[in-house]
C-alpha cells in the first residue's frame, strides 16, 4: 500500500516526514522541520500536536480550529531558514488555503526556540 503524501509538499511521503514527529516517535531536528509538521498538523486539525510544539510563553491555553468553516490546507513553500543564534532560528513561509472556496495566502516569518533538544513555535510577523 503507497503512503499518501505529505502535505507539507516536501516530496516524500507522511509515513517518512511529519508523520512521526506528529505522532511523537521523534522530535523535530531543525526548526524549518517543525515548521512543515505544524502546517500537517493544521491540515489534519490536529490542535493537540499545535499546542503540544507552541512554547510555554506564548502558547494559548485551547486552540479552536473553527469546525464550521474549516480551513483547506493547499500548500505551503518554505522561502527562508536561517539560525539567528544558537537554539533559536526563524522560518519565512508562504501558506495558501481555502475557506468557503476563496483561496487565502498565509505568509509569516516565524521565530522558534530550541530546549531540551526540542524545538518549540514561539511567535511570528505577518509579512505582506
Not at 536561517?82 to 505568509?107: C, I, K, Q, S
Request: hydrophobic share 35%; net charge positive.
Amino acid at each position: 500500500m503507497k503512503s499518501l503524501p505529505c502535505p507539507c509538499e516536501s516530496g516524500q511521503p507522511l509515513s517518512a516526514c511529519c508523520g512521526p514527529l506528529i505522532a511523537g516517535a521523534q522530535p523535530a531536528p531543525t526548526a524549518e522541520r517543525l515548521m512543515r509538521s505544524r502546517y500537517t498538523a493544521y491540515a489534519q486539525r490536529n490542535a493537540d500536536y499545535l499546542l503540544a510544539t507552541w512554547h510555554a510563553t506564548t502558547r494559548p491555553v485551547t486552540l479552536d480550529l473553527d469546525d464550521s468553516a474549516p480551513a483547506k490546507w493547499i500548500g505551503l513553500r518554505i522561502l527562508r531558514h536561517r539560525d539567528t543564534a544558537p537554539n533559536r532560528a526563524e522560518v519565512e513561509f508562504l501558506a495558501r488555503y481555502r475557506v468557503g472556496g476563496r483561496a487565502h495566502r498565509l505568509h509569516e516569518n516565524s521565530r522558534f526556540v530550541r530546549e531540551d533538544e526540542r524545538w518549540f513555535y514561539v511567535d511570528g510577523d505577518m509579512l505582506e
